[in-house]
């Protein structure tokens, strides 16, 4: 198993969520930092760590590599010997 972490700066996220839901920049900011909020609560809840705490994973990667962030985790797989599934087990904490 191979913990990620994809990141993308403000700029880059409110783009998006404009070009996704038509938002004007304030209603990007707005959903960015709800979304960005349920998504901490959830993840200290389910994990007891802190969102964006970068400690916990062997990789970040920009999500404005867009497609070839796959290519970047695939390599870096390959390189490690690590195989692309496993079984259930390899999945829990």
């Not at 996704?20 to 709800?34: C, F, K, L």
């Not at 969102?51 to 870096?76: F, K, N, P, Q, R």
């Amino acid at each position: 198993m191979v913990r990620v972490f994809i990141c993308a700066s403000k700029e880059y996220r409110m783009k998006k969520v404009a070009e996704m839901y038509g938002d004007s920049p304030e209603e990007a900011r707005r959903s960015i930092a709800r979304s960005g909020a349920a998504r901490a609560a959830y993840y200290k809840t389910v994990s007891g760590r802190l969102w964006g705490d970068l400690h916990g994973y062997e990789l970040c990667i920009d999500a404005a590599m867009g497609e070839g962030a796959a290519g970047l985790i695939c390599d870096y797989m390959d390189r490690t010997g690590r195989r692309l599934f496993g079984s259930a087990s390899e999945l829990s904490p």
